[in-house]
């Protein structure tokens, strides 16, 4: 591994450590509605073309039956790296608000996914999404003005949580959006749309919940679970008796267990990138 990459990884682990011992209040926004967004016209039936963005997918997404799907970022080829520039442009040139409601979600939810896979492709030395960002001492970059659309600079943390989360007000948003990063709910293989938003959302909530990075149980019996569901409590119920409530609901083979389950619970996260290959 050469110098610019040792200084990376020594980046990633720091940024790591700083990470999972901050407080989660300040690992995870809250929900804060931009309210100019909030608009919709429902009569509109114009639905966007994500067909750039599904060939990406195709080409470079390595799907796990096992999890997680893996992305080839160092194999994107410069006319795909500029298709996804394109893509990206297009969507920045769209105002949402003229869309209907469904078609919206389906727009934010890829807009954050393409973003973040471009954010990796733009710093091809780092091993973390936590070791890129705008400033020295940013962790990661969801705070980076990195588009603009209807005139307004839009980060990756607008999108998800003053956008997505306090709009839809849905759970199922944690398990779209990917932070290209192994403990993150999995990339899905499709591109969003009106009319799978829904089947896509299931699926990704079915897969990550039966993964031992979402949830499990060490050899001692304690119950391990990704630290999505400390950071975004309030989503998933608001106490940990309906989080646990919720995974039994979700996990039907281990409801007993989960629903009087009274230890401790080991919130984990491992940041490291989801290449397919090393970097």
Do not use: K
């Amino acid at each position: 591994m050469g110098t610019s990459r040792l200084h990376s990884a020594a980046l990633a682990a720091v940024f790591t450590l700083v990470c999972v011992t901050a407080a989660p209040a300040t690992a995870a926004p809250n929900a804060d509605l931009w309210a100019i967004w909030q608009a919709s016209d429902e009569s509109s039936d114009e639905r966007i073309d994500h067909g750039t963005w599904q060939r990406l997918l195709d080409r470079y997404l390595a799907v796990a039956d096992d999890g997680p799907n893996l992305f080839r970022y160092d194999a994107v080829s410069p006319a795909d790296r500029a298709a996804l520039t394109a893509y990206l442009d297009g969507l920045a040139a769209l105002d949402p608000r003229r869309l209907a409601r469904a078609e919206q979600l389906a727009y934010w939810i890829n807009l954050y996914n393409a973003l973040t896979v471009q954010v990796v492709l733009d710093h091809p030395q780092a091993d973390s999404i936590l070791a890129m960002g705008g400033g020295w001492f940013s962790r990661g970059p969801w705070n980076d003005d990195l588009v603009e659309i209807a005139g307004q600079p839009v980060t990756l943390n607008d999108i998800e949580h003053r956008i997505l989360r306090p709009i839809w007000q849905d759970h199922h948003i944690h398990y779209a959006v990917n932070c290209a990063s192994f403990s993150c709910p999995d990339l899905a293989a499709e591109a969003y749309t009106r009319d799978n938003a829904r089947r896509l959302m299931d699926a990704g909530e079915h897969s990550y919940l039966r993964h031992p990075r979402g949830l499990d149980f060490d050899p001692d019996g304690e119950l391990r679970l990704s630290s999505i569901f400390e950071w975004y409590v309030e989503d998933f119920g608001g106490s940990r008796e309906s989080l646990l409530s919720y995974l039994a609901d979700e996990r039907p083979d281990l409801a007993d267990r989960l629903r009087n389950y009274r230890g401790g619970i080991d919130y984990h996260y491992d940041w490291s990138l989801n290449a397919a290959e090393p970097r």
